[in-house]
Nanobody
Framework: QVQLVESGGGLVQAGDSLRLSCAASGRTFSSYAMGWFRQAPGKEREFVASVNWRGASTFYADSVKGRFTISRDNAKNTVYLQMNSLKPEDTAVYYC?????????????????WGQGTQVTVSS
């Protein structure tokens, strides 16, 4: 059974940084892409960033490009999301997800396992 556990969320001020982590277990983590998604109150869940199975290719939503960096450590079965220059509009619950494809996909349909989420709140 696949388990994804996010950590690193919290309350920060605009302009601050946070690093989210997602530890995976129960499946060959290194064979598949990983992604981060987020859901703000009253909004649908949206794509944030993804990384391919080797960590060599990444894909970002326009809203976070240049501020967020996704990376993975296959030896530790962990994916990270470094978030810099945070804005109040980044406030959301952030979810990591494990795909069944190898490329860095931005489509939620390509992800079959999801974590419980971690709250990120950015105050102005």
């Amino acid at each position: 059974q696949v388990q994804l556990v996010e950590s690193g969320g919290g309350l920060v001020q605009a302009g601050d940084s946070l690093r989210l982590s997602c530890a995976a277990s129960g499946r060959t983590f290194s064979s598949y892409a990983m992604g981060w998604f987020r859901q703000a109150p009253g909004k649908e869940r949206e794509f944030v960033a993804s990384v391919n199975w080797r960590g060599a290719s990444t894909f970002y939503a326009d809203s976070v490009k240049g501020r967020f960096t996704i990376s993975r450590d296959n030896a530790k079965n962990t994916v990270y999301l470094q978030m810099n220059s945070l804005k109040p509009e980044d406030t959301a619950v952030y979810y990591c997800a494990l795909s069944y494809v190898r490329y860095a996909s931005g489509s939620q349909r390509d992800y079959e396992h999801w974590g419980q989420g971690t709250q990120v709140t950015v105050s102005s």
